[in-house]
């Protein structure tokens, strides 16, 4: 049995690893898949990369692109939601922002630097012509922390993934002032070269397993209804995301790679770019 560690997000998106892992298709395939949740979300799963904590990582495209080109040891070998992130912009329910507009120059909660919290934040502030280099941050490393944050007023703003985060916005925690979704696929699955290099035939094994799940998803009995349950969700909002969500099974394309490193680059979150060769290892 060859052990291997994979990190995610605690999301909707990611159940059909546990699906597999659940009814044993790893196992079966001598593969002893050990799944880590990173409620902290892409910033960490870049450091786990880096530290060899997870050998494969299902991750925001933007934040794994930033993090190889600035030397993670790691690739993209595979597409896993090519749908856009919507990203929720929030405000706590007692705050005096009403729109969109109102919260230029203020201060976003972010997971942590290098995040997709911390990255959309300059594509939003780009969409809405604001000046990026005035953008002010405080780190609150998880959705918890963000509550806390926006609850005292220490942050004005909090961008989280849309339907995840509606929960709050149902309680009056949270109030949704607008949508920005990612103009790119929005996961990908990403390994770390060393463990790619001595494991080729692994990772080909573990994604044509997942592959295979991703691609019949939405057609599993009830699937709705088991989402909604597992993920404290309205049955009718995970409906809605279901209808919006598509799973890939295919690589990144080079020119998908070339409009998000241009972005990223365009917003000096990159200072150079990567090559396609670099960045991707399809398999």
Known sequence: MKTVKIAG??????????????????????????????????????????????????????????????????AIVQVFVASPLIWGIHV??????????????????????????????????????????????????????????????SSDYFMWERFMTKPLVDKG??????????????????????????????????LNIINNTTADFKNIPSIDRTLASKYHQKLEDIQEWLSLTKWSQKPLEEKVLNKIQNQLFDLKIIDKKGTFAKIVKAI
């Open 92 to 153: 706590g329910a007692n705050s005096s922002y009403q729109t969109l507009a109102d919260l230029e120059n203020t201060k976003a909660a972010i997971s942590r630097y290098g995040s997709g919290s911390h990255l959309m934040s300059f594509v939003n502030a780009q969409n809405q012509n604001w000046n990026t280099e005035k953008l002010q941050f405080e780190i609150v490393n998880t959705i918890d922390g963000a509550v806390e944050a926006l609850t005292n007023g």
């Open 9 to 74: 997000v605690p999301e909707h998106f990611n159940l059909p690893w546990h699906l597999c892992i659940d009814n044993g298709e790893f196992d079966q395939a001598g593969i002893d898949l050990q799944w880590t949740d990173v409620p902290e979300g892409t910033g960490k799963m870049c450091q786990m990369l880096r530290d060899g904590e997870t050998d494969l990582a299902v991750i925001l495209t933007e934040g794994i692109v930033k993090d190889i080109v600035g030397g993670n040891p790691s």
């Open 173 to 206: 925690i949270f109030r949704r002032v607008a949508d920005c979704p990612t103009p790119w696929p929005c996961f990908v699955i990403a390994v770390r070269n060393e463990f790619l290099e001595n494991n080729f035939q692994t990772v080909t094994l573990i």
